[in-house]
């Protein structure tokens, strides 16, 4: 990974503001997930895709009311929980990369694509499978492979 798609991820998520401290690899950005991420980065995801955060708890796996508590108690998100955001900050950045366009890329992300049988791509970015789709799709949408 680059270091512009690492700050791009880690801008996403609230960069140094937010994560505690600038990651400049893979490496870091791996320490931050196992550390789990502050819940305000969710916020953030949440705001960027224009959802609220319990709309975005389906795709995280995390039901709602685990995340209103943990809004209310102000705890960090677990290294599962952070890694399932981290997956879609990740394409988040990819789609802003291929559409050059924070609101396109999000309209996308959340529109019904035929080639993904329908379904919304934020929808299954649930899995590793789902989310390798989702990447694929969009490579094949940058260098105009369809």
Do not use: C
Not at 21 to 33: A, M, Q
Request: neutral net charge; without cysteine.
């Amino acid at each position: 990974m680059s270091l512009q798609q690492t700050e791009a991820i880690a801008g996403i998520l609230g960069g140094r503001e937010t994560l505690g401290k600038k990651p400049e690899n893979i490496e870091d950005l791996r320490k931050l997930v196992l550390e789990g991420f502050p819940f305000s980065s969710l916020n953030l995801v949440a705001e960027r895709l224009t959802m609220s955060f319990s709309e975005l708890a389906e795709p995280l796996k995390i039901p709602p009311r685990t995340l209103y508590r943990r809004k209310s108690s102000a705890k960090r998100l677990t290294a599962v929980e952070s890694d399932s955001l981290f997956r879609i900050a990740r394409i988040i950045a990819h789609a802003e990369s291929v559409f050059g366009d924070k609101k396109a890329a999000s309209a996308w992300l959340r529109s019904e694509i035929p080639s993904l049988g329908g379904q919304r791509p934020l929808d299954i970015l649930d899995t590793d499978a789902g989310t390798l789709e989702v990447d694929d799709l969009l490579g094949r949408i940058e260098y105009g492979v369809f």
